[in-house]
């Protein structure tokens, strides 16, 4: 048995729901019914990073981040394949240059969506601390 089941479905169109446990996510290829699949992979990509940052932090002793806010930007090779993705990631807590660096390298290791990307679309990673 897989560990993780969905079920797509698309009636006409471009557009399709898909099913994750119990949560239904709309996703559209043109952007009228939902974000389309690059996007979405984008800000899942950022979602999964975020709580990694976070477990980094716990691991390397450098405690709670307070507010973290990602801000992710993506280019396209002709409107079509994603061929790069950068993030901006402020933290409320203050991190020294080396605190900063061990957290990053962690969240690399622990982020499944970091691991399972091409090495070209590895987000390209700033961090301003101190913030908020």
Do not use: W
């Not at 479905?9 to 690059?38: C, K, M, W, Y």
């Not at 932090?57 to 409107?79: E, H, P, W």
């Not at 990631?89 to 020294?96: C, D, S």
């Not at 070209?120 to 913030?131: E, I, M, R």
């Amino acid at each position: 048995m897989s560990d993780i089941q969905t079920s797509t479905v698309s009636e006409d169109g471009f557009a399709s729901t898909s099913r994750v446990g119990d949560f239904a996510l709309q996703i559209d290829a043109r952007n009228e019914h939902g974000p389309n699949p690059n996007a979405t992979l984008v800000a899942t990509y950022a979602s999964c990073f975020l709580p990694a940052l976070r477990v980094g932090a716990k691991k390397t002793g450098v405690g709670d981040l307070g507010k973290v806010r990602i801000d992710a930007d993506a280019t396209l090779n002709g409107g079509r394949d994603l061929t790069s993705v950068s993030f901006d990631v402020y933290v409320e807590a203050a991190l020294t240059d080396d605190e900063r660096a061990e957290v990053m390298t962690l969240a690399e290791d622990i982020c499944h969506v970091h691991t399972a990307l091409r090495d070209g679309l590895h987000a390209d990673v700033s961090v301003s601390t101190g913030v908020f």
